[in-house]
């Protein structure tokens, strides 16, 4: 429950008294979408926000409290994008897609996960992680590295996705390399072929 302050006469309060984690964290990414990760600030998110940065620390207690927040968004979108699957490599897709959606719609979101400590320990994660999983037939310590595994990869993707320089040296790379090989390799028998 959220108390609006102005409409009982403590206008004195007033954008603050209704903060919340969820509001900050939206905030938060209005202004990482507009100033990119480098000019996120505490100051910036209460400016978008119509309050005081010292306003924000009831609910946030640092930047770096702040960007765990964002990238658990991330987390949250994964799961809800593995529910509809029906087997265990359904599920991994639809999560690994799901969080990569999300993630693209946020400038610089792969630099928030990778600097971005997580919200909660990994021994609470852990059977959250593997559980959908493990109803389809995975044991845990498979479901729980195939998760990781599916996560580091979409990170890793979204961060060479995000990348203006990456995508430009793997241009110029690639413009580098010669029209035809100068090894001639060996032709695959056809029954190793897929």
């Avoid at 493990?134 to 590295?145: C, I, P």
């Amino acid at each position: 429950m959220s108390l609006n302050c102005q409409a009982i006469g403590w206008g004195w309060m007033g954008a603050s008294a209704k903060l919340d984690q969820a509001a900050i964290v939206s905030a938060a990414f209005e202004v990482l979408n507009s100033t990119g990760l480098d000019g996120l600030s505490l100051r910036l998110v209460a400016d978008r926000l119509g309050v005081q940065a010292p306003a924000l620390y009831w609910h946030v207690h640092n930047k770096a409290e702040l960007m765990s927040l964002m990238a658990s968004t991330f987390a949250e979108a994964a799961s809800r994008g593995n529910a509809a699957g029906k087997t265990w490599r359904e599920k991994l897709v639809l999560a690994g897609r799901a969080r990569r959606e999300a993630m693209l719609k946020q400038r610089d979101s792969a630099r928030v996960c990778v600097i971005a400590q997580p919200t909660r320990s990994a021994e609470d994660v852990a059977p959250q992680l593997t559980a959908p999983l493990v109803a389809v037939g995975l044991t845990a310590r498979l479901a729980l590295s195939y998760q990781a595994a599916v996560i580091a990869y979409t990170v890793g993707w979204v961060a060479y996705e995000q990348s203006q320089a990456m995508h430009d040296y793997l241009t110029q790379l690639n413009g580098s390399l010669p029209a035809k090989p100068s090894v001639t390799l060996p032709e695959f028998p056809p029954s190793l072929t897929a």
